[in-house]
């Protein structure tokens, strides 16, 4: 099967001011790009020509961090992401249950919530919830899927009381008095209420989701295809959820490729139990390495920093937050991955988070230097400092900036976080200007992956309420698309089969409306996602 293409703008990526006629595609590999005439003859008699009509040919977009499963999963859930007021909440969660057949008890979840769009400005409490019903569980998920709220039900159930320390790597939230009010904080405390929403263990992120891991996955990679992305990642993978995507891939039903990062808490030992993928893609699924959190959500305050968060209402005399995990953990589960030679990607939004990350992976890499070698990923990079910045580069950590926080949360981190520190949230510039290399994500299912809306983010740092957020820290329009094609595919370490046209890449492209490069900043997120097109075959049309 071959494919011609041709009359539009074909961005390599290259070289910046590449400007090829035309591109074959043979077999689901490139096999020619060029002139139009010297790739014509090139291609057989009856290879298909595609007149691109001057819009544009470029490689499609690399997801460097997400959780694809987890993205499926939530069309299972009540949607809160649309809710203005704790009361829409409320009714959502009522809606859901009116649905239900009589004596169905299973528990009540929601996801994506966002204090900062409710009318109230804070979290509901296990009073807001107890108005659904305190007869079986009820827990809305923050967008963050860093904290949760739970109502009476799965308080009382968890044998939570004012006596209940918190646990450590989370915080229970609390009344006057210190009674628990339903708030959990990081999944330590999460951990309270999943023998309840999910007595089976199996729960993990999501507890309690019925969605099967196939329909998950359909779902999730129609929505990854349509926004133009041909490899995902699930990077958090608890033990369900590997075996989920392993069964759906050995039936041959993931729409695209997904690299599989377990967290390091399941223990280390995915690479032995699923040896057919640890190496190259089985049925689109690999394993990549592993991943580490070390730390919360900027938005949320739970970010570990090395200064304490600006005073806001409701928290006049804030810390730092904290980590997740010990000093000694992190070293423990740092060697471990280390001695075996694989990738560590790990979770850091605070800049104490970043520390402990840089200085562990500086002292492990060097008794163990394959673990640099495998190409160590520091992922949101939020609030990483200068100083750090110039101590990962020559380690070769990359950064894998959640850039899109500056539209989704940007006027958040300016309070959280006061002016200075505010406006340097997701320092790509700063990470560039060091020398290190950066990818960007959305970290799906938290924000859509809307690759385009990425892009945008980071090319114009502005909050949904139209505030500049640190323009200092803007990056161009090119090296925005490097940092979701061929920078993306060197994290994964794929530089040699994805993310560029030229001739032996696997046809991995995409077709956009506009060229990106020559669109005005302002307008990048309004150029649309036309065909997408995986190993050669167009896997989505608009």
């Not at 001057?54 to 499926?72: A, C, K, V, Y």
């Not at 108005?131 to 308080?155: D, W």
């Not at 900027?298 to 995990?325: F, K, L, N, T, V």
């Not at 840089?358 to 160590?376: D, F, M, N, Q, Y």
Request: net charge negative.
């Amino acid at each position: 099967m071959e494919t011609l293409y041709h009359s539009g703008r074909i961005l390599t990526m290259v070289a910046q001011d590449d400007a090829p006629e035309a591109m074959l595609v043979r077999d689901g590999r490139i096999a020619a790009v060029g002139p139009l005439d010297e790739v014509r003859m090139r291609a057989a008699a009856g290879a298909e020509a595609v007149d691109l009509a001057g819009r544009t040919l470029m490689p499609s977009f690399i997801d460097s961090h997400g959780h694809l499963l987890q993205h499926g999963m939530l069309a299972a859930l009540v949607d809160l992401e649309h809710a203005r007021s704790i009361a829409e909440i409320v009714t959502a969660f009522r809606d859901r249950l009116a649905q239900r057949e009589a004596g169905d008890h299973t528990p009540l979840i929601g996801a994506k919530y966002d204090p900062q769009l409710l009318a109230e400005g804070r979290h509901p409490t296990r009073a807001d919830l107890d108005t659904v019903t305190t007869e079986l569980p009820v827990f809305a998920l923050h967008r963050s899927m860093h904290v949760a709220v739970g109502n009476s039900f799965l308080v009382d159930g968890a044998g939570l009381t004012a006596e209940t320390p918190d646990p450590e790597g989370g915080r229970f939230g609390r009344s006057t008095d210190g009674t628990p009010d339903g708030y959990v904080e990081e999944h330590p405390a999460m951990a309270a209420f999943m023998p309840l929403l999910s007595p089976d263990g199996g729960g993990g992120l999501l507890p309690s989701s019925a969605a099967d891991p196939a329909q998950a996955a359909e779902l999730a990679a129609a929505d990854y295809l349509r926004h133009g992305i041909t490899t995902a990642q699930e990077g958090a993978a608890d033990p369900a959820t590997i075996a989920g995507l392993v069964d759906v891939a050995r039936r041959n039903q993931l729409g695209l490729d997904v690299v599989v990062y377990p967290v390091v808490q399941s223990g280390t030992t995915a690479f032995d139990q699923f040896p057919e993928f640890a190496d190259d893609y089985v049925g689109r699924l690999r394993l990549g390495g592993y991943k580490m959190i070390l730390d919360g959500s900027p938005q949320a305050r739970s970010a570990w920093m090395s200064e304490p968060y600006a005073p806001i209402e409701g928290d006049e005399e804030p810390g730092c937050a904290y980590p997740i995990h010990t000093p000694q953990e992190v070293e423990d589960f740092t060697r471990a991955v280390a001695e075996q030679g694989k990738q560590l990607i790990v979770h850091c939004n605070g800049d104490a988070a970043a520390e402990l990350w840089v200085s562990t992976a500086e002292r492990i890499g060097a008794e163990h230097p394959a673990l640099l070698k495998s190409r160590p990923v520091m992922i949101h990079a939020q609030t990483v400092r200068d100083d750090q910045l110039e101590r990962m580069a020559p380690l070769g950590m990359i950064a894998s900036i959640f850039s899109c926080h500056t539209w989704f949360w940007g006027d958040v981190h300016l309070r959280n976080f006061g002016p200075v520190r505010g406006r340097r949230v997701s320092p790509a510039r700063s990470a560039l200007d060091h020398g290190v290399r950066v990818t960007l994500h959305q970290d799906t299912p938290v924000t859509p992956p809307d690759m385009l809306l990425t892009i945008w983010a980071a090319v114009n740092r502005i909050s949904r309420t139209g505030q500049p957020v640190g323009l200092e820290q803007r990056i161009s329009t090119w090296e925005a698309l490097r940092a979701v094609t061929c920078e993306a595919a060197y994290q994964y370490g794929e530089e040699d089969s994805k993310g560029q046209i030229r001739e032996g890449m696997r046809a991995d492209l995409v077709i956009l409306s506009a060229d990106p490069l020559s669109t005005p900043p302002q307008d990048l997120r309004e150029i649309e996602v036309l065909q997408t097109i995986k190993d050669g075959e167009v896997v989505f049309r608009a």
